[in-house]
């Protein structure tokens, strides 16, 4: 595998963990809901990566982009 190769499928990886986290945030959110009235969001409840952080992220895919640009030079 390529190091594009590897970080794609890292990043699928992610994105399918963090699909599963929201799917069961969610419900959870519908719960606390029914049972106590709150009108929480599921974001309150459980941050995940991605929710308003996006920003921070970028940082470390521009930082693996210079990696895998360095390394295509040596």
Do not use: C
């Amino acid at each position: 595998m390529t190091l594009q190769e590897i970080l794609n499928a890292h990043k699928g990886y992610l994105e399918r963990s963090y699909n599963e986290w929201r799917r069961t945030r969610w419900l959870g959110a519908v719960i606390v809901k029914v049972f106590t009235g709150e009108n929480k969001k599921p974001s309150e409840l459980m941050p995940l990566p991605g929710d308003d952080e996006a920003a921070a992220h970028t940082d470390k895919i521009d930082e693996i982009k210079e990696l895998r640009q360095w390394l295509t030079e040596q």
